[in-house]
């Protein structure tokens, strides 16, 4: 019950940056609490680097994510 009687005196407007701060601070921790690897293993960082892109496949795929967001849009 004294929750509701806090949020019906404080403004969303309050509570919208506040609630925003809260989840910005729990995604910081989890973060900080995950294992992060420490560079990417050779094997994959070689074969990546062996691909040779094209200029024409990129064009290509820009070409089809527009068209796939257009649909999308529709």
């Known amino acids: 019950m004294t929750s509701t009687v806090i949020k019906r005196k404080v403004p969303t407007v309050v509570w919208l940056p506040v609630g925003y701060?809260?989840?910005?601070?729990?995604?910081?921790?989890?973060?900080?609490?995950?294992?992060?690897?420490?560079?990417?293993?050779?094997?994959?960082a070689v074969t990546l680097q062996q691909q040779p892109v094209k200029l024409a496949e990129i064009e290509q795929s820009v070409e089809r994510l527009t068209q796939l967001k257009k649909l999308a849009d529709l």
């Open 21 to 44: 701060l809260l989840l910005a601070a729990m995604h910081a921790i989890v973060l900080q609490l995950l294992p992060v690897p420490a560079a990417m293993p050779d094997e994959l």
